[in-house]
Nanobody, 125 residues
Framework: QVQLLESGGGLVQTGGSLGLSCTASGRTFSSDVMGWFRQAPGKEREFVAVVRWSDGSTYYGDSVRGRFTISRDNAKNTVYLQMNSLNAEDTAVYLC??????????????????WGQGTQVTVSS
């Protein structure tokens, strides 16, 4: 019903920046909330950020607040995650997801019905 296509992952040095994109298609009107999660090997899936399509409201996980910026371009049906001041702890598979839940409460994986395949972000020293 909703398809998500991610891009932008790659290798970056500590202190560097990287931008991720997630383009949504299908019945996107059913989901007003887009989130980014990340998952490192052996770790639980971690909430990164969420944005509401309608007005661009955002909320961030504690570990990325002040360094990452989530935004959306409604004309392109695309959500972005700009990551700055990257460190080794940011190394993970980053996944975008769509939710119909209230945006401020959508901070758990189970709150999201649709997921992209994920894109690998590796931060090297």
């Amino acid at each position: 019903q909703v398809q998500l296509l991610e891009s932008g992952g790659g290798l970056v040095q500590t202190g560097g920046s990287l931008g991720l994109s997630c383009t949504a298609s299908g019945r996107t009107f059913s989901s007003d909330v887009m989130g980014w999660f990340r998952q490192a090997p052996g770790k639980e899936r971690e909430f990164v950020a969420v944005v509401r399509w309608s007005d661009g409201s955002t909320y961030y996980g504690d570990s990325v607040r002040g360094r990452f910026t989530i935004s959306r371009d409604n004309a392109k049906n695309t959500v972005y995650l700009q990551m700055n001041s990257l460190n080794a702890e940011d190394t993970a598979v980053y996944l975008c997801a769509a939710s119909s839940r209230y945006w401020r409460s959508a901070r758990r994986p189970e709150d999201y019905a649709y997921w992209g395949q994920g894109t690998q972000v590796t931060v090297s020293s």
